[in-house]
Structures are given as C-alpha cells and as structure tokens.
C-alpha cells in the first residue's frame, strides 16, 4: 500500500522569506509525486510533479520541489513567500502505470505573515 | 480555473435521503475520479472511472455508487445519507489512467447532512 506523510501541520513564513513544506511517501516500486494547493473554498490546484529525470522539478507560480529518493521525500520549496501563498498545500503519490488513484497526505496549512 | 465543473455547489439535506452530485470533466479526458474530504479522514479516493468503465475502487461506502455517462459525465449517488457523510466531494478529471496522469480538480459539491 502507499501511503503519504506531511509531517507538519502548519508552517509558519514572514513575506520574503524562503518556505519549504515537508512530505515523505512510501510506496513499492517507483513514486510519481504531485503537489496540489487548495486555497479557502476551492478545488485542489496541481502545482507540479515528478515522474522521472532531474530530482528538482519546477512548477506553478515560483514552486519547485526537490526529489530525493534515499530519504522517500519530496519537500515543497520556494525562495521568496509571498503572504498570497498562505493555503492549505497537499502532498501526494501514484504508482507504476496502470492505476492512476492519488494517495494524498493529511494536507500543511502555510501560513505567510506580511 | 481547471475545466472540471460541478453540481450542485452545495447540497443540505436530511439523514436517510438520497442525493445526486454531478461532474463534467475537462474537455478530452476520459478518466473521472471522486473524492471525499473531511475534517477526520482527510481527501480520501472514493471511485474512477475510465471511458464509461469502472477502473478502480477505493474506501466508498456499499451506499454509494457512480457511473460515468456516453458523454463522459458522471455522477455520484449517495443514499440513506447519514450525518458523517458531511463532507466536500469532489471530482477530477484527466487524460488516460496511467500513474503519471495529471488529475485535475473541480471546485467541489459541499454536502451537509442534517
């Protein structure tokens, strides 16, 4: 079974600084990772994923995540917050090909002071 | 905003009802998945569905059932409806139903069981 861990309820960034939210996962095989954000009564909107290739994947609006499959994590950074950042952030995990089902984690609330 | 839609926005009703949420996924994609997200549980995989096929199954209750139309809507059914089945159920929507699809998010159908 795979499984995702977010291992921080809430993080906490003054504007301007950098942010990182952390997420282990577990699975057999090889991971594909997804980072969805959800702002305040809204759907999930996917941010980036990692399939294969370079451990640094970039995506939506100034997001990167790093990778590393040593240490089964895949954290969520970005190098200048900005207070419009402030939602709830999910983590999550497919398999190999064939089944495509998102196991997500319990979801980090950023929050981003100006 | 993503190209999935959803309705109803948000549905009130008694225990022991009956209820149908509808998904239209994003032009072109043929899978369509429901989740379940709530305060206890978190989002959790619910149901897909692949080019009018059931794909895969994940913790949906005996009293819940889904189908996916010839023109790739789906719905969602809900019955003898009880008050832990208040929660945000939402629909994704993508291309195919390998691992490293990209899932896309609609705005959600918040149901509240009295």
């Known amino acids: 079974a795979q499984s995702v861990a977010q291992p921080e309820d809430q993080v906490n960034v003054a504007e301007g600084n950098p942010l990182t939210v952390k997420c282990t996962y577990s699975?057999?095989?090889?991971?594909?990772l997804f980072w969805y954000v959800q702002y305040p009564n809204r759907g999930l909107q996917f941010l980036l994923k990692?399939?294969?290739?370079?451990?640094l994947v970039k995506g939506s609006y100034g997001f990167e995540a790093e990778f590393n499959k040593s240490q089964t994590s895949f954290h969520l950074k970005k190098p200048s917050a900005l207070v419009s950042d402030s939602a709830l952030y999910f983590c999550a995990v497919s398999h190999y090909s064939g089944y495509s089902t998102l196991t997500f984690g319990k979801g980090t609330m950023l929050l981003v002071s100006p | 905003d993503s190209g999935v839609t959803q309705t109803p926005k948000h549905l009130i009703t008694a225990t022991g009802q009956r209820v149908t949420l509808r998904c239209s996924p994003r032009s072109g994609d043929l899978s369509v998945y429901w989740y379940q997200q709530s305060l206890d549980q978190g989002l959790q995989f619910l149901i897909q569905y692949y080019n009018g096929e059931e794909r895969a199954k994940g913790n949906i209750l005996e009293r819940f059932s889904a189908q996916q139309f010839p023109d790739l809507h789906s719905e969602l059914n809900l019955s003898s409806l009880e008050l832990g089945d208040s929660a945000l159920y939402f629909c994704a929507s993508s291309g195919g139903f390998w691992g490293t699809d990209t899932q896309y998010f609609g705005p959600g159908t918040r149901l509240t069981v009295l």
């Open positions: 990692y399939i294969t290739g370079d451990n």
């Open positions: 699975v057999s095989g090889n991971p594909y």
